[in-house]
């Protein structure tokens, strides 16, 4: 079945960096773009940062560009999100994405989450 299982999150001090990790299984990993999302107490969820199939084309939200960085290990189906600089406002569940376009229809799949809480 399908899986995608964040890791990483966790407690962290302003100006600090975290590593978040999503493990894929299930599906072919190397034909779908990858994000990363989050979503903080009562508000709604927010894109972070996409990257393509290949791993060749990035996209961030504003917020984030230049303190975060995502990537992905299609030979490990992992992706990854480095957030360097961190701020109280990152703090908030982040959750990994897998989509494709098939012939049916966009294929969408989510992970559980990982906690993030910045603070001193």
């Known amino acids: 079945q399908v899986q995608l299982v964040e890791s990483g999150g966790g407690l962290v001090q302003p100006g600090g960096s975290l590593r978040l990790s999503c493990a894929a299984s299930g599906f072919t990993f190397s034909g779908f773009r990858m994000s990363w999302y989050r979503q903080a107490l009562g508000k709604e969820r927010e894109l972070v940062a996409s990257?393509?199939?290949?791993?060749?084309?990035?996209n961030y939200a504003d917020s984030m560009k230049g303190r975060f960085a995502i990537s992905r290990d299609n030979a490990k189906n992992t992706v990854y999100l480095q957030m360097n600089s961190l701020k109280p406002d990152d703090t908030a569940v982040y959750y990994c994405n897998a989509a494709a376009i098939m012939s049916s229809g966009r294929i969408d799949y989510w992970g559980q989450g990982t906690q993030v809480t910045v603070s001193s």
């Open positions: 990257i393509s199939a290949t791993g060749r084309s990035t």
